[in-house]
């Protein structure tokens, strides 16, 4: 399969082949890297990393995964690069794409990863915005399919903010890839309707089931349930209006029981908030294959880089 020069800015510009093409090269490098074995298709390439969030797991993925195959990663921080304020984002992306062979973007505005990807000419890799974060659903996934062999036909929940960039995406990505997708959120944080309709759709084609709730006994036979911060980057003054209003689906022990299964896999995109968005021990009895989920980051994003810029496979 072919995604060479392909820009990675929201899961809906992809197949559900295409994304499970790029768990299966994920899988190839994860196994790879396990044996000491890394790769040379970036090699002679330079990668800029433009970040306006700080980052973790995104800054250290990319830049170890572009380090693996070859390639030289270049660190734009906020106060290296003044995206949209002294230069346009349409300005900044077109010198970049002079200088750089990719660029991963990681900020607010879904509009300035796109515009980069319209006007630098090179591929553009969406690290976060406020809209999406498919970087992490493929982590998410080839987490899925390790624990469970594969993920067609599993029962998905996330509880939490269902308008999050981490709903919209699971959203996406579930019902493109025939899981059961269950958003439970309060009334007040459900997803967009148009994002909803179009998930639809895409559960139509997969055979998936989408299902938008606020109550809590439906993590009922529920093979993952997932949770992110109640708060997002940026929403901090909301932090005890949120915390109230999203009390009830905090992950803990007696959600789980609700889910009648004896293996639930908890999962958490990270940093988490113990205590809110879910409960210590509950954590920390899943922590093993919540690292997993931060691990996978890196062997999925080397397969974005690699599938969209890479010489060779």
Avoid at 152 to 167: E, H, I, P, Q, S
């Amino acid at each position: 399969m072919n995604l060479k020069g392909r820009s990675f800015l929201t899961l809906k510009d992809f197949t559900a082949e295409e994304i499970e093409y790029l768990l299966d090269l994920a899988a190839k490098l994860k196994a790879d890297k396990k044996k000491g074995i890394t790769g040379n298709s970036l090699k002679g390439k330079n990668i800029a990393l433009i970040f306006e969030k700080p980052s973790t797991r995104t800054r250290c993925s990319f830049t170890i995964g572009c380090i693996d195959e070859g390639g030289h990663p270049e660190y734009l921080g906020k106060d290296d690069i003044q995206l949209g304020h002294k230069e346009s984002v349409e300005d900044t992306a077109r010198v970049l794409g002079r200088m750089f062979d990719g660029i991963e973007f990681r900020g607010f505005l879904q509009e300035n990863v796109e515009k980069l990807a319209k006007y630098s000419g090179v591929p553009v890799w969406n690290g976060l915005t406020d809209d999406y974060h498919p970087t992490q659903i493929l982590a998410d996934m080839l987490t899925l399919r390790e624990q469970f062999g594969q993920i067609k036909g599993l029962n998905f929940v996330f509880a939490g903010d269902g308008r999050n960039n981490m709903a919209n995406s699971l959203m996406i990505g579930c019902t493109k890839l025939g899981v059961n997708c269950t958003i439970l959120a309060p009334k007040a944080l459900w997803p967009r309707e148009d994002l909803v309709e179009l998930c639809r759709e895409y559960a139509k084609e997969s055979g998936a089931s989408l299902t938008i709730t606020d109550d809590v006994e439906a993590v009922k036979g529920a093979d993952c349930i997932y949770t992110d911060v109640w708060c997002s980057m940026g929403e901090e003054d909301k932090a005890a209006e949120r915390v109230a209003l999203l009390r009830p689906y905090q992950v803990n022990k007696e959600l789980l029981d609700k889910t009648g299964k004896e293996k639930t896999v908890v999962l958490h995109c990270l940093p988490a908030v113990k205590g809110n968005e879910i409960t210590e021990d509950v954590f920390e009895a899943n922590a093993d294959v919540i690292f997993d989920e931060a691990e996978n980051r890196m062997h999925t994003i080397k397969a974005v880089m690699v599938a969209t810029l890479g010489e060779t496979e």
